[in-house]
């Protein structure tokens, strides 16, 4: 059984910082191509970072400079720091592990940054 099970959210002042973990089980972690998305109230989601493997890495351009997505694949587990956080990063952030065809999501874990 698949599991991506996200932890490290809730409510932070703007301007402050949250670490996002997201701890994976039932995959060879190190195969997949892993990442971090986010839906806000009323909008769809999109992608915050993604990485592609060892040395690439996307981010959406509103967190370039903000974010660092990293991954242990040791401990099958990829992370999320957060920093200068806004009032428009709040919204459920959700780990997705894929590699081909196979596509996985966490549960989700709400950040609301207070402004």
């Known amino acids: 059984q698949v599991r991506l099970v996200e932890s490290g959210g809730g409510l932070v002042q703007a301007g402050g910082s949250l670490r996002l973990s997201c701890a994976a089980s039932?995959?060879?972690?190190?195969?997949?191509?892993v990442g971090w998305y986010r839906q806000a109230p009323g909008k769809e989601r999109e992608l915050v970072a993604s990485?592609?493997?060892?040395?690439?890495?996307i981010y959406a351009d509103s967190v370039k400079g903000r974010f660092t997505a990293s991954r242990d694949n040791g401990k099958t587990t990829v992370y999320l720091q957060m920093s200068s956080l806004k009032f428009e990063d709040t919204a459920v952030y959700y780990c997705?592990?894929?590699?081909?065809?196979?596509?996985?999501w966490g549960q989700g874990i709400q950040v609301t940054v207070s402004s």
């Open positions: 039932g995959i060879t972690f190190s195969a997949y191509a």
């Open positions: 997705n592990a894929r590699l081909g065809a196979r596509n996985f």
């Open positions: 990485l592609i493997n060892s040395v690439s890495t």
